[in-house]
């Protein structure tokens, strides 16, 4: 169990930054509003997510690290398929198996708060405002040859950070703070729901240059409904590393959006500049397959072409658009 506990780790935790993403994950679909990343030593030495959503149970908290039962992998042979079968479920599992986890949560129906030592499975009260509070110490202390790949510090909190973002963009209804090594190093204020929230989520995140820099995207090609914020071409940038895609609300890197996307720009970009570009893509969720790949990352669309057209046009539509 421990074994398959690791090999699964493997497929979704390459690096602070995938802990980082999972964490957050686990804390958004609890309904937080707030949530505060801390981290040491580039995430090795600890990884540390609070939020203020609906917290555990402490009945539920061993279960919650424990991997599902769904998964029946009997057999090296087998592994094969697991990649296309995910690994939902088998997050806090995974990472529990490759670090020392601790889990301190406290449901909104309980007196006090619980703590959970991932190793021992000893389970305390503990005290703590509503919410969940998870530790992740030692990242692969058990897996040396996964700890030799990582990079510096800086390099490892700049991916955490990177992850934050991702999901700080499509959130601007919840507040997001990044501390590393006692210093708080980004802090994104709730902005509530609508368009201008976003607006100003997205200029908090990328920057007031960038939204000075932009033009607002918003198209319907059909059932696909596009929008976001499309950078200048002269706000373009040497390196593809501020592309921003969303399918309904999740973060994807997908081709069909970055071909058509790069397609709008072909005209007007010069050499090998790349677009800055923040793009939700919205369509019926049962024209989109998100269980591709365990992070759930990659996507594939029943109709490729659709989504392009409907990319291509949005984009083709801003750039087009006068400026204000
Ligand atoms: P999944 O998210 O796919 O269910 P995880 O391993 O990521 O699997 O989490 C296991 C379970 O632990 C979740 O289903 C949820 O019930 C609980 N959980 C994890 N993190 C939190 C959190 N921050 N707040 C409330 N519950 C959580
Ligand atoms: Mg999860």
Known sequence: D?????IAAGEVVERPASV?????????????????????????????????????VPEQMATALKRHATSKIASLA???????????????????????????????DQSNAWLLDGRTGELKPAA???????????????????RKFLK?????????????????????????????????????????DGDAARTRRIGDVLGDDFLAASIAVDHRVGAVRVTGRAG???????RADQQFAYVNGRYV????????????YEDVLHGHRQPVYVLFVELDPARVDVNVHPTKIEVRFRDGREVHQAVRHAVDQALAAPRA
Do not use: Y
Request: net charge negative; hydrophobic share 45%.
């Open 128 to 146: 703590r405002a509503g919410g969940t509070t998870v530790e992740v110490k030692e990242l692969f202390f058990s897996v040396p040859a996964r």
């Open 78 to 108: 087998e592994l094969e398929s697991v990649g296309t079968m995910g690994f939902r479920g088998e997050a806090l599992a995974a990472i529990n198996s490759i670090a020392e986890l601790a889990l301190l949560s406290r449901a909104t």
């Open 232 to 238: 200048l071409p002269d706000h373009a940038r040497s």
């Open 20 to 56: 980082v993403r999972e964490l957050l994950d686990n804390a958004l679909d609890a309904g937080a509003t707030q949530i505060t990343l801390r981290l040491s030593a580039g995430g090795v030495r600890l990884i540390s997510v609070e939020d203020d959503g609906d917290g555990i």
């Open 152 to 192: 510096t510090d800086a390099t490892e909190l700049a991916h955490c950070i990177d992850a934050v973002r991702r999901h700080a963009l499509a959130r601007p209804d919840v507040g997001f703070a990044i501390w590393h090594d006692g210093k708080l190093v980004e802090q994104w204020r709730r902005q509530g």
């Open 2 to 6: 421990e074994l398959i506990s690791q």
């Open 253 to 264: 890197r997908d081709k069909v959006i970055v071909h058509a996307a790069r397609s709008a």
